[in-house]
């Protein structure tokens, strides 16, 4: 049973960081594309980072690049979704996915006070 479980989400203020962690369980993680996504209140799910099986291979929506950085460790099932720099419009729930799988964690609420 392919479970993906997210933690690490809070309330932060404007300029702080926080470091987002998924824990995969349930699938051959290492052979998975993982990605975080974000939704914020009235708004459609966005894709905000990815990150291919090796680790290698990366990419950000343009609006986190440059702050938000996307990891995995392999050994231990887990990705990891680092922020720096956040901003208010960084508030929402995000939500961990193996893409091929197309199954989504229950995701973690960031809330970013100005």
């Known amino acids: 049973q392919v479970q993906l479980v997210e933690s690490g989400g809070g309330l932060v203020q404007s300029g702080g960081s926080l470091r987002l962690s998924c824990a995969a369980s349930?699938?051959?993680?290492?052979?998975?594309?993982m990605t975080w996504y974000r939704q914020a209140p009235g708004k459609e799910r966005e894709l905000v980072a990815g990150i291919g099986g090796t680790g290698i291979v990366t990419d950000y929506a343009d609006s986190v690049r440059g702050r938000f950085t996307i990891s995995r460790d392999n050994a231990k099932n887990m990705v990891y979704l680092e922020m720096y720099s956040l901003k208010p419009e960084d508030t929402a729930v995000y939500y961990c996915?193996?893409?091929?799988?197309?199954?989504w964690g229950q995701g973690t609420l960031v809330t970013v006070s100005s």
């Open positions: 349930g699938f051959t993680f290492k052979r998975f594309r």
């Open positions: 996915r193996a893409d091929a799988l197309d199954a």
